[in-house]
């Protein structure tokens, strides 16, 4: 499973990471979001979230030298925010630019037990779930 | 405290200084933030006689308290300055992600006074606060800027000015992620100030009381919005959504220089045509999940290249049927200039539109424009004013100071033709046949304005909220509408939501997010009452300013009856213009000249502001 990203049709609103840090932290604020959107001028908004090994060679486990990042039994990717010390080698792997550290953590998309809550955000089908 | 960050930021430009100050609690549960914020500060910190370009305005930046949460809409930032166009209370509320920045950057108001020697910019970046050198930006088109200043300093946001602010240019705007602080000039303070931008990044977490219920409501609130009529028309087609009905069924569309109330043209600037050609994509502002913005793209002939966001029904209206422009193409060129430019698109059009009446009446000639062929429907005319209006170029330098300075400036009976209420040229609609409107651009605090009170969805459609049966046409009993609607209004300004969602929050809706953001208890009736005290203060600066009774006036063309269409025969009439202040001076419990009683500024709490 994973986040499927539509980004021709992302109008650059910005209310999935916000969700998403609330969701997972309880505040609002887009550095801890798992989603971003990453804003190139006016005419592009692209959607950057984890893809989950579809697409991609799970080159962030690879790259983590403190075991931080593991793939789990439902394949989800997840990071140990114990073990994580926000060096930054996940989020320079990473293909898709899906990572990025803030305030000495990495942060990624963890699919929210099943039910992305940015997706439900999303208006404009630039995110989609595919199972 | 959740939901603000409890600080203010002071930046004196002329000495260099930059000074941090608390915000009392009790602040918030008197303003909530945002317009509440503006209101009290700019009567704190700018004095009445300020000159508007000069070192002792202030330009002030106050995010609505909710920007930041996820609730749906609520991304609007306010800026706030004493306005060179209306010489009075000026404002702007921009959709970018600014305010956002700011609040995370741990500041809920941004006050900037005085005046840089030399072009800079101001860069926050959380607790750190630089003044710096902006002499490589001067000249540079508010997209050119942004990007300029996003390649130095990554993950920011800026607001910034175009050449239309360095230029001075009276209705200048602010522009931040390409959405515009659009009216009463705010840019040009910016200019005056030598200040080009204002860069953000902020990194703080905005806590919630209740977080857990804040993502139930957001949830709840994104199904109603995105399962009502307004998010299709918009996510189709945008504000101009109603553009043929505005024509066809009540004809006040205001069209060539508001002679008309029909565009007979319409069609071919009408969003059923040119969104499926044009529009690309949605665009939205920060927390925006019903965008009314489109990324209008132009791919050929000969303004191939033109980007924007847009057009919107404003700017169809002031670029288009105001001019009498039935050319999307050039309406669209001369939107995107104006962006760049950094230069209001309703005013511009206002004066546009004003330019070519006075040619087609004699009083302009070839000699005057340059050579410039300005009658009405040139759409190549129009897009030429825009350069010369930003550029401050041949008859454009007398046009950037707006309609009512440009008919002083020209003579020749110019002023029967100048349509502007205390010098702001009016949006699109057109009063003769909205009634209650007409007075709501008499009462806005920052001249012609269709925002601060919101009443012309209830004037065109006869209800909203708790009226019903309200009659356009008729200026009876309008005092006590356009007073409620200023004061529901406000509180979406302080709280920084979106006005297109006042149909679906109405304001019983913010009780539940209130207590969940900020655990604030308020009902309806204790956010009218901030409404009205927010009210009474920008009246109050206002006053302070020199406002007088007899310069709240409805412009001459509003006594000539719309010639045709569904509002045929229709006029405000000098009567019904004094029948409906005195209406609404009564309501605001305000003396007949439209002074404050002492009894009210003790009821609302800002006696304090009076001297």
Known sequence: MYVKVNADRCSGCRECELVCSTYHFGVSNPKRSGIRIEKRGLTEDIPRVCVHGNGCRYECISACKFDAIKKDDGGIVRIDHEKCVGCGACARACPLNAIWTFEGKAYKCDLCGGEPRCVKVCSQGALEVVR | MTCWSGKLLYVDLSKGTVKKEDIPEKLYKAYLGGDGFGSYYMNKFVSGDADPLGEENALILAPGLLVGTPIPTAGKTEFFAKSPLTDGWGEGACGGSIGLALKQAGYDVLIV??????????????????????????????????????????????????????????????????????????????????????????????????????????????????????????????????????????????????????????????????????????????????????????????????KLDGVEYETLFSLGGNCGNPDIESVAKANELCDL??????????????????????????????????????????????????????????????????????????????????????????????????????????????????????????????????????????????????NFMAIYDALGVCKFSRGLFLLEGFHDILLATTGMDYSEDDLLKIGERICNLKHLFNLKCGWKREDVKLPPKIRIPIPDGPSKGSYISEEEEREMLDDYFRARGWTRDGRIPDKKLRELGIEEFAK
């Open chain 2, 341 to 486: 430019y950094g230069i209001d698109t309703i005013s511009t059009g206002g004066c546009i539109g004003f330019a070519m009446d006075l040619y087609e009446n004699g009083i302009l000639t070839k000699d005057d424009t340059d050579g410039i062929d300005l009658r009405f429907g040139n759409p190549d005319a129009v897009v030429k004013m825009v350069e010369r209006i930003a550029r401050r170029e041949g008859i454009g330098d007398i046009l950037a100071e707006g309609v009512k300075r440009a008919a002083e400036r020209i003579g020749k009976g110019a002023e029967r033709y100048a349509v502007h209420v205390r010098g702001m040229e009016p949006p699109a609609y057109d009063v003769r046949g909205i009634k209650g409107m007409g007075l709501a651009f008499m009462t806005s605090p920052r001249g012609a304005c269709h925002l601060r009170s919101g009443a012309y969805a209830l004037e065109l459609v006869g209800k909203f909220w708790k009226y019903e049966g309200v009659d356009r046409l008729s200026a009876k009993n309008k005092g006590q509408e356009i007073a409620d609607m200023e």
């Open chain 2, 113 to 306: 006074r005085g005046k840089s020697e030399k072009p800079c910019y101001l860069f926050i970046d959380n607790d750190d606060v630089e003044i710096r050198d902006a002499s490589h930006l001067w000249g540079r088109s508010t997209r050119e800027t942004e990007e300029e200043i996003k390649k130095e300093e990554n993950d920011c946001s800026v607001a910034c000015i175009g050449i239309g602010g360095e230029n001075l240019v009276r209705y200048a705007i602010i522009s931040s992620d390409d959405r515009q602080a659009g009216r009463g000039g705010l840019g040009a303070v910016m200019g005056s100030k030598k200040l080009k931008a204002i860069a953000v990044r902020g990194d703080n977490d905005i806590k919630m009381r209740d977080p857990e219920r804040v993502l139930e409501l957001t949830f709840e609130w994104y199904e109603k919005m995105v399962n009502s009529q307004a998010f299709k028309d918009d996510g189709q087609y945008g504000t101009g959504e109603f553009l043929e009905w505005m024509n066809r069924e009540r004809g006040t569309f205001p069209t060539r220089n508001w002679r008309e109330g029909v565009f007979d043209q319409r069609q071919k600037i009408d969003p059923y045509y040119w969104a499926p050609r044009y529009s690309v994509k949605n665009k939205a502002c920060p927390q925006c999940v019903k965008p009314c913005g489109k990324l209008f793209v132009i791919e050929k002939g000969k303004y191939r290249g033109t």
